[in-house]
């Protein structure tokens, strides 16, 4: 099973609504997770069973999809989302999207 | 405090062998299945090996298959990755992570709920 990000790469400001897009090469249900990566940090996990938020993550983190499609969107960005975000599903072993960076526009 | 700690990372000239090694504190290891998964600087994650809470079962990304070997030692609370056979592509960050799985009938559930600091893996002559 292969997970594609999109897009790599966005440049957003504070406050603006962010869409990640995370799409799997064929079904997996509900089984996705998202992580944040800040530089030179370990990620943190947000989200899992696609739309379950993580105890203690914000509220403005939600995610959504199944099937082949999923979504993680921050309805209001803040200063320490700029990062990068990943999503993840098991596969044996875990497999990773490429990633997508927000930059600071 | 729950938390993983790897060690063992190093510098390794090309065709030699490392054995990372991660602690676990705050939590028994047996109760959790762990997998482990490295970042080259600057680019993305990538899973290399998971295995299962009794060590019954390990699986590894094609690339490192034949060359990297996952245990554990539960008693110890301890995690380990064998890396032989080491080529400058392994060169990367390696974390350990604790694994949360379920499955309802045909819905399974996989995340990564805590994550160590990593470990520098350094392949070069």
């Known amino acids: 099973i292969q997970l594609t990000q999109s897009p790599s790469f966005l440049s957003a400001s504070v406050g603006d609504r962010v869409t990640i897009t995370c799409r799997a090469s064929q079904g997996i249900s509900s089984s996705l997770a998202w992580y944040r990566q800040k530089s030179g940090k370990a990620p943190k996990l947000l989200i899992y069973?696609?739309?379950t938020l993580q105890s203690g993550v914000p509220l403005r983190y939600s995610g959504s999809g199944s099937g082949t499609e999923f979504t993680l969107t921050i309805s209001s960005l803040q200063p320490e989302d700029f990062a990068t975000y990943y999503c993840?599903?098991?596969?044996?072993?875990?497999?990773f999207g490429g990633g997508t960076k927000v930059d600071i526009k | 405090e729950v938390q993983l700690v790897e060690a063992g990372g190093g510098l390794v000239q090309p065709g030699g062998s490392l054995r990372l090694s991660c602690a676990a504190s705050g939590f028994s290891l047996s109760s959790y299945s762990m997998s482990w998964v490295r970042q080259v600087p600057g680019k993305g994650l990538e899973g290399v090996a998971n295995i299962k809470q009794d060590g019954s079962e390990e699986y590894y990304v094609d690339s490192v298959k034949g060359r990297f070997t996952m245990s554990r030692d539960n008693a110890k609370n301890s995690l380990y990755l064998q890396m032989n056979s080491l080529r400058a592509e392994d060169t990367a960050v390696y974390y350990c992570?604790?694994?949360?799985?379920?499955?309802?009938?045909?819905?399974?559930?996989?995340?990564?709920?805590?994550w160590g600091k990593g470990t520098t893996v350094t392949v070069s002559s």
């Open positions: 992570t604790r694994d949360q799985f379920w499955r309802t009938g045909s819905i399974s559930v996989h995340y990564m709920d805590v």
């Open positions: 993840q599903q098991l596969n044996g072993y875990p497999v």
């Open positions: 069973g696609a739309s």
